[in-house]
């Protein structure tokens, strides 16, 4: 049964990523998206939900990142940081210090990599600081720019994993664009930055950005399949439709949606054969993820009733690829037996971590509702134009619908879903939610 859905799961896929391209919110390739996600909806007899809502959308107009040696000037291989402040008028020329941050483990993708007074070892006053570690892992990082406030940096290069295929576009949050800690920010590959201090006594860059941020409209489209005698209780199933900047997004996230169309398609024909959920089951489409997770954080906003009507999110971040997957959930201990039976019916394993998962799950956690976001390992190329069709395969959708049929059947056939969490994902929830400033 899970290949006849894997393989509609992947035809939706292909079409976003072919058809519609780069999907950035607030677009027209966005919108050409989410209409594709209502004509589904429409095709197979199913309710939906439609929220429009304002988008911040980062237009560069330029973006320089040049070495000054020797009266010769040699333009380096970067991406800004889409929402961090411009550069005066003209550009700046400094010298750039690099410095090495902490890393702290959150959960499977929750490793953070914070910027602290010791990581600070020279006089950054007016230069270019230059910080090595993986940027995709830790954004957007407010802390770090907080830190650095104090030391008058002028700007700031963050780089990223020498295995990445090409340099990602990452975004720091839209709604400090203005606060006086913000910086002038760049990305860079992290190969190039170290031959750059290897090969240089002392390192002078010229950096120059302009850019135009502009709020359109964008849209969630979520399809709905109302339960039986529990139908006041929602399980909401999920992933964003919008990609990143230079980015396609297949992997990320375009496979998710493809996934969450396959289980509508999947419970609606159960249910049009009398076999029906307790529970109302919702199928959303979140735009507005890349640029902050405003889609899911404004629907959520304007529907407070169905916000508290939610029991359960299985969300996906990453998905299609035939690389091994993962869950990160969020919610009490018993969960862990709960996913060991799923793994018994579905006959495979997948890893099991516990902790926060920088996506709109964290725009549940101001009511503790429980989630879990299944994702694939191994991906480097987020954010990229390498990230396209060539690294999906149908089989990669197989233990995503299976696992989520299974435990869709399970949640349901239960008199009470498990709510709250964890002392210690409480903690750390409540750490990421804060600091990215996406929770309400």
Same mark, same amino acid.
């Given at each position: 049964m899970s290949k006849d859905y894997s393989e509609i799961a992947y035809k939706h896929t292909r079409f976003f990523v072919e058809e519609c391209g780069e999907r950035i919110a607030g677009t027209a390739q966005m919108n050409k998206a989410a209409e594709h996600a209502v004509e589904v909806f429409r095709s197979l007899g199913m309710k939906y939900i439609q929220h429009h809502f304002q988008v911040p959308v980062c237009s560069t107009e330029k973006s320089v990142v040049e070495l000054i040696s020797n009266k010769q000037i040699t333009p380096l291989p970067h991406t800004n940081v889409c929402f961090c402040t411009d550069t005066p008028e003209g550009g700046l020329t400094a010298e750039a210090v690099l410095i090495h941050s902490d890393v702290k483990k959150m959960g499977v993708i929750g490793e953070i990599y914070p910027i602290s007074?010791? &990581?600070?070892?020279?006089?950054?006053?007016?230069?270019? @600081? $230059?910080?090595?570690?993986?940027? *995709?892992?830790?954004?957007?990082?407010?802390?770090? %720019? /907080?830190? *650095?406030?104090? %030391? /008058?940096?002028?700007?700031?290069?963050?780089?990223?994993?020498?295995?990445?295929?090409?340099?990602?576009?990452?975004?720091?949050?839209?709604?400090?664009?203005?606060a006086q800690y913000m910086l002038p920010s760049f990305i860079m590959n992290k190969n190039d930055v170290n031959k750059l201090f290897s090969q240089n006594d002392k390192v002078i860059l010229h950096v120059e950005l302009?850019?135009?941020?502009?709020? /359109?409209?964008?849209?969630?489209?979520?399809? @709905?399949?109302?339960?039986?005698?529990?139908?006041?209780?929602?399980?909401?199933?999920?992933? =964003?439709?919008?990609?990143?900047?230079?980015?396609?997004?297949? $992997?990320?996230?375009?496979?998710?949606?493809?996934?969450?169309?396959?289980? !509508?398609?999947?419970?609606? !024909? *159960?249910?049009?054969?009398? $076999?029906?959920?307790?529970?109302?089951?919702?199928?959303? &489409?979140?735009?507005? =993820?890349?640029?902050?997770? =405003?889609?899911? /954080?404004y629907f959520l906003q304007q529907n407070q009733d169905i916000y508290k009507r939610i029991k359960y999110n299985i969300n996906y971040d990453i998905v299609g690829m035939t690389t091994p997957y993962s869950i990160t959930y969020a919610g009490v201990k018993d969960f862990e037996a709960i996913f060991e039976k799923i793994f018994e019916k579905c006959g495979s394993t997948l890893d099991i971590f516990s902790g926060p998962v920088p996506c709109d799950t964290l725009n549940l956690t101001s009511n503790k509702i429980p989630s879990l976001t299944m994702s694939n390992g191994g991906f480097v190329w987020g954010h990229t134009p390498a990230d396209d069709m060539k690294n999906i395969d149908k089989r990669g959708f197989d233990q995503p619908i299976d696992f989520s049929s299974e435990l869709i059947n399970y949640l349901d056939s239960l008199e009470k879903i498990p709510q709250g969490y964890t002392d210690d994902i409480e903690k750390q929830l409540d750490i990421y939610a804060t600091r990215y400033g996406w929770d309400f």
């Open positions: 007074d010791k &990581c600070i070892k020279t006089d950054i006053k007016g230069k270019i @600081v $230059v910080i090595e570690r993986n940027v *995709l892992m830790d954004y957007p990082d407010i802390d770090t %720019y /907080k830190v *650095l406030e104090k %030391y /008058k940096p002028a700007a700031v290069i963050f780089t990223t994993d020498e295995s990445q295929q090409g340099i990602p576009y990452v975004y720091s949050n839209f709604e400090y664009r203005e302009k850019t135009q941020v502009q709020k /359109k409209e964008s849209t969630n489209t979520i399809g @709905v399949i109302e339960g039986t005698d529990k139908q006041d209780e929602v399980i909401l199933i999920s992933g =964003h439709l919008d990609s990143a900047v230079s980015s396609k997004g297949a $992997v990320d996230d375009a496979g998710a949606i493809g996934t969450v169309m396959a289980l !509508a398609e999947k419970y609606k !024909a *159960l249910s049009d054969k009398g $076999v029906r959920t307790h529970r109302t089951l919702y199928f959303a &489409c979140w735009s507005g =993820h890349e640029p902050g997770l =405003h889609g899911s /954080k």
